[in-house]
């Protein structure tokens, strides 16, 4: 059976709000011969922004899939895909932040980083769990969601505030 989870939407919503929140004033700070030109490059930042965003992770009986948007590519982003037999273990790295990362490391000593901001991830790492027999628990979102919806709200009453100022 094909599952897919895709990227959280507190994360994609964390990352737009926070562009939006920093660029939104440029177009009215911009000098007049400028306007148009920080109008398109504002639109075209929010649409690489929603690109990037996008990335998702794939299963199914025989393998795990990690897909990106040709825009992701570009930026040295890559897609990649294991078998469930290939995978021989899992490392767990501590982030300078105080969480871990994890990596699938295969027979061949590759390392994937295993995606730790998606959708279901209870379920994802269930599938993981059933399809490799190797320990999950210690594996969980690289950050509390709470800190990726604190900074959509933040960003939120920013683009308020900016909002405010430039029509008073």
């Avoid at 009986?61 to 897609?79: A, G, L, P, Q, R």
């Avoid at 683009?159 to 008073?168: H, P």
Wanted: aromatic share 14%; hydrophobic share 45%; with cysteine.
């Amino acid at each position: 059976m094909i599952e897919t989870f895709k990227t959280l939407f507190c994360v994609k919503s964390s990352l737009i709000s926070l562009y939006l929140a920093l660029t939104i004033p440029i177009p009215f700070i911009s000098n007049e011969e400028l306007k148009i030109l920080t109008i398109i490059t504002f639109v075209l930042g929010l649409f690489l922004i929603i690109n990037i965003t996008n990335d998702y992770v794939k299963t199914c009986d025989k393998k795990i899939s990690y897909k990106t948007s040709f825009i992701s590519k570009s930026f040295w982003k890559k897609n990649w895909e294991i078998s469930w037999k290939d995978i021989k273990l899992i490392k767990s790295l501590p982030t300078s932040q105080g969480s871990k990362v994890h990596y699938f490391v295969t027979h061949k000593n590759e390392s994937f980083l295993i995606p730790q901001r998606i959708e279901d991830f209870e379920k994802f790492l269930f599938i993981v769990n059933s399809k490799t027999k190797l320990n999950v628990e210690e594996i969980s979102y690289i950050s509390p969601l709470w800190t990726y919806k604190l900074l959509t709200l933040l960003c939120v009453f920013m683009i308020i505030g900016e909002i405010v100022a430039f029509t008073i």
